[in-house]
């Protein structure tokens, strides 16, 4: 934030089968160089937990409260 660097693709997923080297691709929006040194950090990896959901096909779905109410419906603090 403070050099005008980011990352693309973010957040990232990894397949559970990949074996191969995990890398991140940096962009810099900025107007000067930017150079990683060794020992820099650069990014971070979350570990989670994979759920496999039963799909059910309907006809139609439920009301519910928030019906069709798209961003921000909820309520803005």
Same mark, same amino acid.
């Given at each position: ?50 759920? +496999?959901? +039963? ?23």
């Amino acid at each position: 934030m403070k050099y005008g660097i980011g990352l693309l693709n973010s957040p990232g997923t990894i397949d559970s089968d990949y074996r191969g080297e995990i890398a991140v691709i940096l962009m810099n929006f900025g107007k000067e160089p930017f150079f990683i040194n060794d020992g820099d950090r650069i990014a971070q990896l979350v570990i989670s937990k994979i759920w +496999k959901a +039963k799909i059910l096909e309907v006809e139609e779905l439920d009301q519910t409260e928030r019906g069709e109410g798209g961003f921000g419906h909820t309520g803005v603090r």
